[in-house]
Structures are given as C-alpha cells and as structure tokens.
C-alpha cells in the first residue's frame, strides 16, 4: 500500500525520513541492544537523547540562556490548566484572548478554578474569521499574565504580529505552527504546544518559560503540573513520554538538515500560497478567512452546499488525500500542511480542487 497525502490536523504527517529512521532503529537502538521503548529513562543512551532534543530545539527555535525547555505529558489541553496554576501567583489575575475554540477552552480552564480571569478581545461574533487586534490599552496592567493561542487549528488563522503586552507576560498556545517558521521566543514569557501537529507522535508537550516566570506557583498545585519541579528535575521527576521525545529529536534534526526554520518557512509559504492563490483565484470555493489573519498551517474552505462538502472529502479521499473535512463545529474542509507536507501534496490538492469543480456544477 502507498502512503497517502494526509491532510489530518492533528496527530498529522510525520516526515518520511524520520519514520524511515525510526523503523531502521526501533528494535536495537545503536550499540544498546534494546528498542528506545525498552530503555531506562535513567540510561546514559536515554540521557543522550533527551539532551540532543532539548539542544536541537534550542538551536532551532534560538530559545535564549534564561529559557527552561520542559518535555511534559497530558497535551495542550493539560497546559490549559497549568497555564494559570503557575503563573497567577504574579498579581492573581489574567487576561486572555479568545480567538477561537482552544483559547476559548484555556479561557474556562482558568475561569473555572475561580481566578480573576478576563477576556480582553474575541472574535466570536465574526465567527473567528479573522485575529483581533491586541493592544497595550486592553490589557490589565496588572494582569498575570495575557494568553494567545497563536494559530487556531480550527478555523485556519494566524497572527501576523506578536502582541505588544508591556511588562506583562505573553503566554502562547503554538501546537499547530511551532516550529513553522521562526520565531522571537524572547517576546514571549511562555510557549507551550503538544506534539502531534508539527513536532512528533501524540504523547509529549513542549513548554518553554522563562526562568524568572517559575516563582509563581499556586502552593496547592499537584506537582506533576508544577513546571518549576519539572524545570528542576530536566523533564524526568517521573518517567517522561520517551518515545515521543525520541521522534521528536529526529524531527529537530531533519529541520537542521534541511536549513532550519528559515528553509522551512519559505517551503511553508510556498505551499499555502499555491493554496490561497488558487482559492482567491476563483469563486467556486471560498475562503472564509479574512487576508492578514490566514494560517500557514490550516487552510479552510467550503462550497457552500453541505453536500458538496463532504462529496469532496470522500471523493478526495478515494484519490489518495485523506482527512480534508473541517472540524466538526465548523464543516466545510481544512487542508493541514503542517511541515511534513511535502509540496507535491498540496499540487495534488490544488489539482484536484480544479477538476473537482468543474465535474460537480452547483445547481
Ligand atoms: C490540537 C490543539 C490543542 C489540543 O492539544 P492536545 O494535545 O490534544 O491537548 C490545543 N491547542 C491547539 C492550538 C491545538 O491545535
């Protein structure tokens, strides 16, 4: 069987040589005589390989001295909760940004623990199609910190800027576009993403804090959300998703074979822009996304006619491209083109969104 074109969001295409690299070390991993899955966690082959994956994300990323990288378990929607669990101590209160369904749920997360938490801007009423403008004057001064989530999955957007929030932190939800481009990590006082859209199978979560933001704990926090113990204790104060930060290791080093960020956000633009400039090109599609706020990573689009819609991922699927139906809530279809895309794929796409359209006329 061949492999496909998948389009999935999340958990999502990994780059072929890195599963060919895996399978090639998945019953003995060099001299060790075991699978990684086998190792001791404690095991200097184990050491060695957390330690080139934290360093190779460092490299890649540019994450400055006075950042802690953390390898965590429970995915994103984990660090909802420990988001405000960590960093409320500050002042006691927070600001968010909701600008569709994930920040909406790290908004509750807080909210639901009691804290002071205030939305500071959505774009709920225009059906999150595009990202709000954040300024300085929206934010409470006073505020713990401000929380983004910087490329929603769901409805295909993106910031083009980095809020400017002042002395107060900016915390930022990346799981589906870290490591899509470069990115000024000192802007931020938290970056946290899980794994399976850009960086490695399901099972890790990537948090990156400055190290001054560790002093704010809740006290009555459960340890294993406390990023201070894990910071303290390089990721291992339990037994750490091993596996997943081992292919995620191999990711950072396909990144640096290939040139880094910079290499891959220009083949990013490339791919999203045979996208969009096919869907503005033309008026059987459309793009419900406003220009400025586009994602590089989600690309939405519907007929218009719910029929169409899923005629189209079922008679793409059957051509070889999987997975392009929209998220439940919103219908339509989504093209995930996270980093493993290759740009063949999203021709092939394009190709077929053009034939598409003119054997099935609307009424
Ligand atoms: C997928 C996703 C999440 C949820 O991630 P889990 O690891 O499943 O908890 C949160 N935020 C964003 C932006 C996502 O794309």
């Known amino acids: 069987m061949n492999r496909v074109y998948n389009f999935s969001a999340g958990p999502s295409m990994l780059p072929l040589p890195v599963l060919e690299k895996a399978a090639s070390e998945l019953v003995c991993y060099g001299e060790s005589g075991m699978s990684v899955m086998e190792m001791s966690h404690r095991s200097p082959d184990y050491e060695a390989i957390i330690a080139d994956a934290e360093s190779m994300l460092r490299k890649l990323m540019n994450i400055p001295d006075n950042y802690k990288v953390l390898f965590l378990q429970g995915g994103a929607s984990t660090q909802f909760a420990a988001v405000p669990l960590n960093l409320i101590g500050r002042t006691g209160k927070a600001d968010y940004v909701v600008?569709?369904?994930?920040?909406?749920?790290?908004?509750?997360?807080?909210?639901?623990?009691?804290?002071?938490?205030?939305?500071?801007?959505?774009?709920?009423?225009?059906?999150?199609?595009?990202?709000?403008?954040?300024?300085?004057?929206?934010?409470?001064?006073?505020?713990?910190?401000?929380?983004?989530?910087?490329?929603?999955?769901?409805?295909?957007?993106?910031?083009?800027?980095?809020?400017?929030?002042?002395d107060v932190p900016l915390v930022a939800d990346m799981s589906s576009c870290i490591l899509s481009e470069p990115v000024d990590v000192s802007k931020f006082g938290v970056i946290y993403a899980g794994a399976q859209k850009n960086m490695a199978p399901a099972g890790v979560t990537v948090v990156i804090v400055r190290e001054d933001l560790l002093e704010y704990a809740d006290p009555k926090m459960p340890t294993m959300l406390e990023w201070k113990i894990m910071a303290e204790n390089g990721s291992m104060y339990n037994t750490p998703p091993c596996y997943s930060i081992y292919m995620l290791k191999l990711v950072a080093e396909w990144l640096l074979s290939i040139g880094g960020l910079e290499e891959m956000a220009k083949r990013n633009k490339e791919k999203c822009a045979l996208l969009y400039d096919y869907l503005d090109s033309q008026n059987y599609y459309v793009a419900p996304v406003l220009e400025g706020s586009r994602s590089m990573m989600n690309v939405t689009f519907v007929t218009g006619n719910a029929d169409l819609d899923k005629k189209f991922a079922s008679d793409a699927a059957k051509a070889g491209m999987k997975n392009l139906k929209g998220h439940r809530s919103v219908g339509g279809m989504r093209a995930s083109i996270y980093n493993a895309m290759p740009r063949e794929g999203v021709e092939a796409l394009v190709a077929f969104m053009k034939k598409f359209a003119e054997e099935n006329p609307k009424a």
């Open 99 to 166: 600008s569709g369904q994930f920040s909406g749920k790290a908004f509750k997360e807080a909210q639901k623990m009691g804290y002071d938490v205030k939305c500071v801007a959505t774009t709920k009423d225009d059906n999150f199609n595009h990202i709000p403008t954040v300024t300085k004057d929206m934010i409470r001064p006073d505020a713990s910190y401000v929380h983004v989530c910087f490329n929603n999955t769901i409805y295909g957007t993106k910031y083009s800027y980095i809020p400017d929030t002042g």
